[in-house]
């Protein structure tokens, strides 16, 4: 599955964005979804993940309560909407897919990645 992410920005903290991941290929509503971020000079790190049929959702404990992870796998795409933004939220954000089983948060178990859109938030 290719995926492109888009939605990123500047945004003032406190503000909020949308993040989507559009996916191409017949099979996306059987992939658990994912989404990270790497700040510059930090590794990458999980964000949240939604399972296939959008029933289960995990979230990384400093997003838990800001981030909604959804899917509308009719438009085969992954939506991340993000409130109360941070500047520590500020980072390239990451969609993935994984197949064959439940999510996982280890971003090496995901084989499809998509380019990154830049999120910055400013105090």
């Known amino acids: 599955v290719q995926l492109q992410a888009s939605g990123g920005g500047l945004v003032q903290a406190g503000g909020s964005l949308r993040l989507s991941c559009a996916a191409s290929?017949?099979?996306?509503?059987?992939?658990?979804m994912g989404w990270f971020r790497q700040a510059p000079g930090k590794e990458r790190e999980f964000v949240s993940t939604?399972?296939?049929?959008?029933?289960?959702?995990d979230y990384a404990d400093f997003v838990k309560g800001r981030f909604t992870i959804s899917r509308d796998n009719a438009k085969n795409t992954v939506y991340l909407q993000m409130s109360s933004l941070k500047p520590d939220d500020t980072a390239v954000y990451y969609c993935?897919?994984?197949?064959?089983?439940?999510?996982?948060?280890?971003?090496?178990?995901?084989?499809?990645w998509g380019q990154g859109t830049q999120v910055t938030v400013s105090s």
């Open positions: 939604i399972t296939w049929n959008g029933r289960h959702t």
């Open positions: 993935a897919a994984r197949g064959g089983g439940g999510c996982l948060t280890s971003s090496a178990s995901y084989t499809s």
């Open positions: 290929g017949r099979t996306f509503s059987s992939y658990c």
